[in-house]
Structures are given as structure tokens and as C-alpha cells.
């Protein structure tokens, strides 16, 4: 469990390094098409890049496709070993490996997008707490199903949606204790640290984060696993073994 979690954690990492750049060529993008406002002592450095965001586009989109296609991968086989199946070929595996990149992307995408749409009505109405409950709800709703989602698709074979459901569930509660463990650590860290010891602090308190959320993954798979197999008759899990 903690090689298969480890390894997915590398790869989370190297797959938002490559996710940053993408953000970075958009950001880009946006000033020419609608300039805002930059931070004092940023201008010179966000002309740089705006003078190459389509190339850095190109480069850190493609970074991401690879990046993300090793990433399902990685959890297609762990998710193969826990359950117990056949992984798949190679060039089969290659191809479902970057179909299920992209739709992941565009998912995960959408959360924000409706987090901000649910934020900016309760911002110009005056439901304030009717529209926090609804939000926290929708963004829960969402992430319960990416979870589920991306269980059902990553494990090979004909497992049933209906087996991920536990996993889906904890992977859910966890994802929410980490975010507000991580939003409360960021906030107090912020407050005091400096700019060098900051960057570096930042590098690891990631490598942690994408640690912990691989493992809560991995564990959230054995769980369905074990709850899939004691659902099982004993002759059914006697021949399957």
C-alpha cells in the first residue's frame, strides 16, 4: 500500500508542476485578452511571460498529458493489484490512459468554476448562509462524484460502480479534513514565513499533502476491495482467487 501510494504521489507531484505552467500560460493568455490589474514589482516579470504563454501553452499542455497519462497508469495498475484483475495491454492501456486524463482535467476544471458561480450569487443576494450550505453541498456532491468516477474508471476489468462507493465516501471525508487542515497550516504559515524558507516550505508541505491524499486514495480502494469480497459468496471469491 505505501509503494503504490508513494509512487502516485511522485507522479501527482510532477503532474502539478506541469499544471502550474498551464495556469501560468492561461494567466497569460487572459491579460491580452482582458488586462487587470498586477501586484507592484510584478510587471516585468508578467511581460516575460506573456511574450511566450502560447509557446509555454504548447509545452506545458503537452507536460501535462504525459505527466497525467503516467498518473492513471500508476493508479490503474495499484487499482488492478487491489482488486485483483487483469491489467490491460499496453497500447490499449496507453490510449484509456489519456481519454481518462482529459475527462478527468475537465472536471476537476469544473469544480471551481461552480464553487465561483454558487459564490458570486450568494455575494449578490442576501443569502448568506442558504447559499454557503448550498455551495459546501454542490462542491461535496462533485468531489463524491470525481472520486467515484475516477475508481470506477482507473480499475480494469467489470467492477461494478456500486463496489467503489465506500472508497468514494471516505476519499470524500478525507479530501475535506485535508482541505481545512491545509487552508488553517497555509494561513498560520503565510503569517510568518520568509521568502526563501517560504518557497522551500511550500515545496515539502506539498510533497505532503499529495502524500497523504495518495494514501487516503490507496486505502479508499482497499476498503471497497475488502467490503467487495466479503459481499461475495465463498465459492464465487474461491474460484476468483
Do not use: C
Not at 469544480?111 to 447559499?131: C, H, K, Q, Y
Amino acid at each position: 500500500m505505501s509503494t503504490h501510494a508513494a509512487a502516485l504521489a511522485y507522479q501527482l507531484f510532477l503532474s502539478t508542476l506541469a499544471l502550474s505552467l498551464v495556469g501560468l500560460a492561461l494567466l497569460g493568455l487572459a491579460e491580452n485578452v482582458l488586462p487587470f490589474e498586477l501586484p507592484p514589482g510584478t510587471k516585468e516579470q508578467f511581460a516575460n511571460l506573456t511574450g511566450s504563454s502560447a509557446t509555454l501553452g504548447v509545452v506545458s499542455f503537452a507536460a501535462l498529458l504525459w505527466t497525467a497519462s503516467a498518473l492513471s497508469r500508476r493508479a490503474t495498475r495499484a487499482l488492478a493489484i487491489i482488486f485483483r484483475v487483469a491489467p490491460e495491454g499496453g497500447v490499449r492501456g496507453g490510449v484509456r490512459a489519456i481519454a481518462i486524463t482529459l475527462g478527468l482535467v475537465v472536471l476537476v476544471g469544473a469544480l471551481p468554476v461552480v464553487t465561483g458561480i454558487v459564490s458570486a450569487v450568494r455575494v449578490s443576494t442576501d443569502l448568506e448562509i442558504p447559499f454557503r450550505v448550498l455551495g459546501f453541498a454542490a462542491t461535496t456532491a462533485m468531489e463524491f462524484g470525481l472520486f467515484l468516477l475516477a475508481y470506477a474508471v482507473l480499475t480494469p476489468g467489470t467492477i461494478g460502480w456500486r463496489s467503489h462507493l465506500p472508497g468514494a465516501a471516505v476519499m470524500t471525508i478525507g479530501w475535506g479534513l485535508f482541505k481545512l487542515a491545509g487552508g488553517l497550516l497555509l494561513a498560520y504559515y503565510v503569517s510568518r514565513a520568509t521568502l526563501l524558507y517560504g518557497t522551500i516550505g511550500a515545496v515539502v508541505g506539498l510533497l505532503l499533502f499529495l502524500r497523504l491524499a495518495s494514501g487516503l486514495f490507496v486505502f479508499g480502494a482497499e476498503l471497497s476491495a475488502v467490503l467487495r469480497d466479503r459481499a461475495r459468496p465463498a465459492t464465487e471469491a474461491h474460484h476468483a482467487d
